[in-house]
């Protein structure tokens, strides 16, 4: 308690917040010469110069499950409800690389997302789906390096130019290794096959984004916002460096790589999180990495989700929250927004609580003028200060994680893992106690609450059978002599540490991601909390 | 209590769920309730479960499940707990269980359902008084 009594507030990045701002504060912590024009360095105020004004965020709900067919369904369904993009959700077989009829996916088959197999399997998923014209993110990492040359695949034998083909992949494996764990092979490698990635696409696919880095899922694992920005500057700055290890100029890559990012807490907080991550990156990977392409520099986003802000409790009160996440994306310039359905803290979306989340986002840029001006919260006294103080803060954890040797040896040995964890832990109990508000759990809560607010979606058996029946029906179609001397020379290509990427052939991804750990060998977790 | 009469928890990832936010924040909050704990670390299979369980000679089998396969893998590991002998040792499961599967889990054997938004002081008190002198 100060003199007049008001509380200390401070916020979750542990920054203490004034009761009032004023202009002397924004020169105090560092004035506005970091901010410059939007579309220009150091792009604080948005990568572009009209952002929304020319083309508004794209809306890509994150949807998949069951078969390619049934999955194919509701992605039309969501196209035909004025979504802008796909956002593709695999089964958690498909990302940890088994086929669906391997012993360790019983009963996983199709249930958290779609079940991908064989590049048939791809060619269903999109049938009828304009590449062109609707861009599709695949949510995949460990598998990535298999998937995305499957997608590439099938986009080419449709007949689309791969030299002007868009779209991204997740493929972001330090991550998952922190947060979502769906790794396959050991950490060096699995950069390794990042940089494969990047590398070939920035010769074959020069439009596609090979990686989205995200911080969202350290945050979800317990991080704050200011440290899931720079940590994901971290594993960048890893992915980044191994392909410049190869020979290729910042320039050649650089401006295809995405991010991912959190929105749940404080509005103020994460608005300033995205201004301040924006001009950090710009400045990183300018003076760092002597980019000189402007589009090298952009943070280009998806920022949405917010999942570990959604509560189990009175779900319907995630439909409230869901909007609020989406007005700080808009507020923040982002360019894609994926929101987390009210309902996800219990199930997969139904078509009702997808098409609410579509709703909340062309509220916001139909009704409420959030697309008329750029950078709407620019020049307020809070704002601003806080701006600069995120900078910092980034700054600061960056360089904590240079001094702890590294983003790479601290995922291998789980330093931050354990760190994150034990700030998962902290913050549960904060939640439980009350120290940390949260609506519907320790305050206003509702005992005795009953699921009815929630449709489940059904999982259906029939769904992964036939998928099994399917991928045995490709199998047995097939040049097999052609399929294993193609395995052979992916094993060869890793062997000989040569890029995978184009030795990829149309065998199964069970199959390809046995013959690379035959080579690489597979993740084991440090169990450290 | 002193270290050999500890009360010993394996907590277990299931399948091929990579959720383990929720299972490492219940490992610390039983390890500073004075338990003994392992975490099993993801991706384990019914039958590294129990073998594990059977090694570590665990006085408690606790699963976290968020992706939904809860009952297939309970109905595994259920034979497996016969198979070995390891019916006696408590059985509990938290993460995203919906509340109609409830009834099926509990005809499996599980003791106790711990879904998302369960207190940590209930599962510490649950486990506390169904272990230890006195109890099965």
Redesign the interface.
């Known amino acids: 308690m100060d003199g007049s009594g008001a509380k200390k507030v401070v916020n979750e990045s542990g920054i203490e917040i004034q009761p009032l701002y004023g202009p002397e504060d924004v020169e105090q912590s560092g004035g506005t010469g970091f901010l410059g024009d939007p579309g220009g360095y150091p792009f604080t105020r948005g990568i572009h110069k009209e952002m929304y004004r020319k083309r508004p965020w794209t809306m890509r709900q994150y949807a998949g499950f069951g078969n390619p067919a049934e999955t194919n369904q509701r992605f039309k369904y969501l196209i035909e409800n004025g979504q802008t993009g796909l956002n593709v959700a695999f089964d958690l077989p498909t990302q940890t690389g088994l086929d669906s009829d391997n012993v360790l996916a019983e009963g996983e088959v199709g249930r958290v997302g779609m079940a991908i197999d064989s590049l048939r399997d791809f060619e269903i998923a999109f049938d009828g789906i304009d590449l062109d014209k609707i861009t599709v993110s695949l949510t995949i990492n460990g598998a990535a390096a298999i998937l995305i040359a499957m997608y590439l695949a099938m986009a080419e034998k449709r007949g689309y130019d791969l030299s002007q083909l868009r779209g991204t992949a997740q493929n972001d494996i330090l991550k998952e290794f922190i947060g979502r764990g769906t790794w396959v092979f050991p950490v060096e490698p699995s950069i390794k096959l990042v940089g494969d990635t990047i590398e070939y696409c920035a010769e074959h696919a020069p439009k596609y984004s090979p990686v989205s880095v995200c911080g969202y899922h350290i945050r979800e694992s317990g991080c704050n916002p200011a440290e899931e920005m720079a940590y994901a500057f971290c594993i960048a700055k890893a992915y980044a460096d191994d392909v410049i290890g190869r020979g290729l100029h910042v320039d050649e890559f650089a401006g295809r790589l995405s991010y991912n990012f959190n929105l749940f807490g404080n509005l103020f907080e994460q608005v300033a999180k995205f201004r301040a991550g924006r001009g950090l990156w710009a400045k990183i990977i300018k003076e760092d990495y002597g980019a000189e392409d402007p589009r090298s520099m952009w943070l280009r986003m998806i920022a949405g989700g917010g999942g570990g802000g959604l509560t189990f409790e009175q779900p319907e009160v995630n439909i409230m929250r869901g909007a609020y996440y989406a007005l700080i994306s808009a507020l923040s310039g982002t360019q894609t927004m994926a929101l987390c359905s009210y309902d996800e803290a219990y199930t997969i979306p139904t078509e009702y609580s997808a098409r609410i989340s579509l709703r909340t986002m062309q509220l916001l840029m139909d009704e409420m003028g959030l697309c008329d001006t750029v950078d709407p919260l620019a020049g307020s006294y809070y704002v601003e200060t806080l701006t600069n103080q995120m900078r910092e803060k980034m700054e600061a954890v960056m360089a904590e994680v240079e001094a702890e040797g590294g983003i790479v040896e601290m995922v291998k040995d789980g330093r931050i893992q354990a760190k994150v964890s034990k700030q998962a832990y902290d913050m549960h109990r904060d939640i439980e106690s009350g120290a940390f508000p949260k609506v519907g759990v320790n305050r206003y809560r509702i005992e005795e609450e009953d699921e009815h607010e929630v449709e489940f979606h059904p999982y259906n058996l029939k769904d992964a059978e036939m998928q099994i029946e399917s991928l045995r029906r490709v199998r047995s179609r097939r040049d097999g002599a052609e399929a294993s001397a193609g395995l052979t020379r992916i094993r060869g290509a890793a062997e000989a540490g040569e890029n995978v990427m184009p030795a990829m052939v149309d065998a199964t991804v069970g199959e390809i991601t046995d013959a690379l750990v035959e080579v690489y060998g597979r993740y084991q977790e440090p169990i450290r909390f | 209590m002193s270290g050999a009469n500890k009360i010993k928890i394996l907590i277990g990832k299931p399948?091929?769920?990579?959720?383990?936010?929720g299972a490492?924040?219940v490992?610390?909050?039983l390890i500073d309730a004075g338990f003994d704990v392992i975490?099993s670390?993801?991706?384990k299979?019914p039958s590294e479960i129990a073998q594990l369980a059977l090694e570590e000679d665990a006085d408690v089998i606790g699963l976290s499940s968020l992706?939904?396969?809860h009952i297939?893998?309970c109905t595994k590991l259920k034979g497996l707990i016969d198979q070995y002998g390891l019916k006696e040792k408590l059985w509990v499961i938290g993460g995203?269980i919906?509340?109609?599967d409830h009834g099926a889990l509990k005809e499996i054997g599980l003791d106790g359902i711990f879904?998302?938004?369960s207190?940590?002081?209930d599962i510490v008190d649950f486990i506390s008084s169904n272990t230890g002198p006195g109890q099965a």
């Open positions: 399948g091929l769920d990579g959720h383990d936010v490492k924040i490992a610390r909050a975490y670390g993801l991706r299979t992706a939904g396969s297939e893998f995203c919906p509340k109609q879904p998302n938004g207190r940590l002081e």
